[in-house]
């Protein structure tokens, strides 16, 4: 019990050559040997509980607190993203707390069984951790414990358990029954430990990447104490696993109130760029899905494999009587479960729906299938924030259309850069080109109306006529005066209405790439516009072309000016 003491190294090297004295105790003297059993159990359990106790104080020094109830929610309020000393919001604030950067790296660290933070190094390098890795350090010396826990029992107990069955002529469990309450006594002070961090943590934890990531964490921990075939952990790890779920769920419908609650001018008002709602909604959706989506690899060996089979051979030099079997002591099996991905949750070491489960709904028959259900009614409601922002702040239909191509892009645009597919990026894509499509009418409209409106008329008109209605009748109902003051004004004013539209969308969207597609498409769609006006004349006036076409400007003409602008056309 000193300071710094390796208690792995006592037990190798002090106790397990006791190992025979016990076998010989427990044949002469059960009481005794009992005494000893216990003696052994209530000193295990006093020096884990306070290592373990000590070792959470110190990591404590090092944890970096990343979302506050302040800023944890998409539609935070943009007073929670100011500087102190400035009425401006900070750029960095805008998605820090859904950034997830390199925090999934700890599920690598768990796959590849790295060893736990060395709190004395980390601050000397003044180094900060999310809690998730705070979590995983913890669980790491826990599952190592309990691995050398479980094997040092085995040797030091597992003949004098026989000779005492013997003795007692005792039913075949008692050997296993008695090893399981060794283990379990003598970690029952230190789980309780580690539930009551974790609840004291989560009473105020407002992060929903740390709250993902340490369930995943769970579900491999479960996974490769199975494959080292120790099951003690699995009721705690199943508590564990209850504990996180119901507050994931708490704050994925804080966000979802959040944005439902949410107006312009709670939000700092709307202009045309990006609003940071969309950045930090984008930011909060692919860190959920790229961590669904994490570590799709198999299990690989455990490093206690090796460090079980050294044990063993140590073991084997020093006790006269080793055992041919392992311990098969243990709780409930841990089901079969596979990887999760962007469109399914891993949800099989979850706790099934229930009356007694919050977690349970009609819809859904897992907690990770809410967690999909909740992402998408995030999105339907982020769209429709948008929408309101749009409609609450600006009057024009054109400047609505603009924020929220912008708003539309940015999202996309973040979605492309963390590799996000699937029905959230379609869904936006979606929008997107109907938004582009809405405004490339409302560009057109500004200076080629009157072009565009007897486009649509006649067509209308020629297409409820039937086939073969663009002969004379039609010409009859075209006016010549009409048809050629358009032909003039469009010769007079094609070149500055391109001008103003490349003007305008340069203005409009600060995303050269997306401006570029949608000048693209304006240019495109006036050329289709112009060779439609064309088709008409040439239909109406088959036989005997006006003498006012001849200021008819050929599509070539157009479409050389247009690559001007469009170099790509």
């Keep these: 019990r000193r300071p710094k003491t390796n208690v792995r190294m006592i037990q190798i090297n002090s106790l397990l050559k006791y190992a025979p004295l016990n076998e010989f105790l427990a044949h002469g003297a059960p009481d005794v040997y009992m005494e000893v ?18 070792y959470q104080a110190q990591l404590s020094r090092v944890d970096s607190q990343i979302a506050t109830r302040h800023d944890f929610l998409i539609a935070v309020e943009d007073a929670a993203l100011r500087d102190v000393f400035s009425t401006k919001v900070n750029l960095n604030k805008r ?7 390199e925090r999934s790296t700890v599920l690598d660290l768990v796959q590849n069984h790295a060893r736990p933070i060395l709190v004395h190094v980390a601050l000397a390098r003044g180094e900060r951790y999310p809690y998730e890795m705070i ?73 929903c990447l740390a709250l993902l ?35 994931l769920k708490m704050v994925m419908d804080a966000q979802l109130r959040s944005i439902r609650s949410a107006n312009a001018k709670r939000l700092g008002g709307v202009e045309l760029h990006a609003h940071y709602i969309s950045r930090r909604y984008a930011e909060f959706t692919s860190s959920i899905l790229l961590i669904l989506n994490k570590g799709r690899r198999k299990m690989q060996p455990s490093r206690h494999a090796h460090h079980q089979h050294s044990a063993k051979k140590a073991t084997r030099s020093r ?10 002591d243990h709780m409930d099996q841990d089901s079969t479960s596979k990887q999760p991905s962007v469109k399914s949750t891993d ?37 429709q924030l948008l929408e309101r922002l749009a409609d609450e702040s600006l009057k024009s239909n054109k400047r609505k ?41 409302e560009e057109l409209l500004q200076n080629y109306s009157k072009i565009i409106a007897f486009v649509q008329q006649t067509e209308s008109h020629i297409s409820r006529q039937g086939p073969g209605s663009a ?65 008409i004349i040439r239909k109406t006036w088959r036989s005997k072309p006006p003498a006012w076409c001849k200021d008819l400007i050929s599509t070539t003409v157009i479409l050389g000016e247009i690559k001007k602008y469009a170099l790509s056309i």
């Design 95 to 101: 998605g820090d707390t859904f950034f997830l950067g």
């Design 37 to 54: 059993r216990d003696a052994y159990v209530e000193s295990m359990s006093k020096t884990l509980h306070a290592l373990f106790r000590t």
């Design 319 to 328: 006790s006269s009587k080793p055992s041919a079997s392992e311990d098969k």
């Design 471 to 535: 002969g004379s009748h039609t010409r009859m109902e075209l006016n010549e005066a009409v048809v050629e003051n358009l032909v003039l004004d469009f010769k007079l004013t094609w070149k500055k209405g391109i001008e103003d539209i490349n003007r305008n969308v340069l203005s409009y969207f600060s995303n050269f790439r997306n401006g570029m597609e949608i000048l693209k498409q304006s240019l495109t769609q006036l050329l289709l516009y112009y060779t439609r006006f064309q088709d």
């Design 401 to 441: 259309i603009v924020f929220l191509i912008n708003n539309l892009d940015q999202i996309i645009t973040i979605f492309q850069e963390r590799r996000i597919v699937g029905r959230e990026m379609n869904r936006f894509v979606e929008l997107l080109m109907q938004q582009r499509e809405l405004f490339v009418e």
């Design 213 to 247: 990531l340490m369930i995943k964490i769970t579900h491999a921990n479960r996974r490769i104490m199975k494959s080292r075939k120790i099951f003690i952990l699995d009721d705690f790890l199943s508590r564990i696993t209850m504990l996180l779920w119901p507050r």
């Design 347 to 383: 949800t099989s070491n979850t706790a099934p729906p229930s009356p007694s489960n919050p977690l349970s709904t009609k819809k859904s028959n897992s907690a990770g299938d809410m967690l999909m259900n909740d992402l998408s009614l995030i999105l339907d409601e982020t769209v």
């Design 135 to 207: 979590f995983r350090s913890v669980m790491t010396h826990l599952m190592d414990s309990v691995t050398n826990e479980h094997v040092f029992t085995h040797h030091f107990f597992s003949a004098g358990n026989k000779a005492a069955a013997a003795a007692a002529d005792a039913d075949s469990n008692h050997e296993k029954l008695t090893l399981a309450s060794i283990r379990t006594e003598s970690f029952a002070r230190t789980l309780s430990l580690v539930l009551e961090q974790l609840e004291n943590y989560l009473f105020n934890c407002y992060d």
